[in-house]
């Protein structure tokens, strides 16, 4: 028995290498959104509603195009859907030359979107092999090694770009309230000009490894047959009679919603309570880096001493008491609690997707499709977030408090929208997984 999961291990690595690749690629792409958001309302001069549209065009793409990449991937397979997205991103990377060149906000959004088109089919492609790829019990395991690759590169992206883009940004940020409309429109145009050498290299690099993805060792797999229906019992004829699966899909809907406020957020969060943004350029790499070591901790523990549902009950119960500490202190400790959602974060997505997946069979690939277009929660969510901000801070200084002081309470206010999220997780965690499929 030994020999045998010895060789399935074998057999295994090099395609879990591969897919880790994958996932340190758009866990790159996806986690500068941090950076992006203070950049982008700095240099086209925006409401914190407007700037979180960054985030809202990056993950809107998942429900626009998770269905047609599940068709897409069933015509041309997992391996060439993996190339194609990777091309598609790199398309999104060159726009962002043109609309900085114009400073356009419109056209930077439409970048952001097409590259969220590409992610959307490589994570199509790449999440349900993975969880495939061996047995369902580990499945959570070898996720939580592909979002310790995707939140490592999440980090170092974040530190990159942060180091690109906000470096001097509160100069800039001070000079504009001084200067006459021409220079300021010169500043701003310099300023926008820092974005487009990262994407020119991250574009030539995204070509490469989309060409490169199709020569890769990857093996065909497909998902494990529905179990025979006994005498008497119907068989599964529709994705609709899977009920488990459309909770999961609620679940990372909320899921991935404050995954992004926990990272995208911080960074405005910090600056907002009056933090240097010096210092709050590194907000979002104190998020990963929770992830990162409880992804480590999932991939020690999972399967072998604990759950994937107890790990997710777990999250839940974090993620709840943590979203009471963040809007209960102030500063930099309430800073530290927004930072520490890395904790409740990190194994919701390894355990939601093998609990969803579990008995669905041929209906595999579109599921996975739907539980893709959970993803979509990254778009509404922080945008609800900026929306909870602007009100709050517009009703605040209305009553007299001065505009700074509007600003610290307003941001800090906002995140009350967690407390909803983390209870339906929690539910999906103790009921929700199970329902619509037999007791064993």
Known sequence: MSTTNDTLKKSTLIPILIIAGLFFIFGFVTWINGALIPYMKTINELTDTQSYLVASASYISFVIMALP??????????????????????????????????????????????????????????????????PIESGAKRIAIMGIANKVAGALGSVIFGAILLTGIDDVKEKLTTISEVEKDQLLNTTADSVVMPYVIMAIVLVILGLLIRKAPLPHVEAAPIEESKDGEKSKTSIFQFPHLWLGVLALFVYVGVEVIAGDTIIAYGIALDIPTEQAKFFTLLTLMAMVFTYALGVFLIPKYISQAFALKASAILGILLSFAIVFTSGFTSVLFVAALGFANALVWPAVWPLALTGLGKF????????????????ILPLLYGVLVDNKKEQLISTGINEISATAAAASHGYWILLPCYIIILYYAFFGHTVGLKKS
């Open 69 to 134: 990449a599940s068709y897409i991937i069933k015509k041309i397979g997992f391996k060439n859907g993996m190339s194609l997205g990777l091309l598609v991103m790199a398309i999104g990377a060159l726009i962002f030359v043109p609309a900085a060149g114009a400073r356009t906000y419109w056209m930077f959004l439409v970048a952001i979107f097409i590259q969220g088109i590409g992610m959307t089919l490589l994570q199509t492609a790449s999440n349900p092999y993975i969880t495939i790829l061996g």
């Open 364 to 379: 595999t690939k579109t599921a996975a499709a739907l539980l893709i277009m959970g993803i979509s929660g990254g778009a």
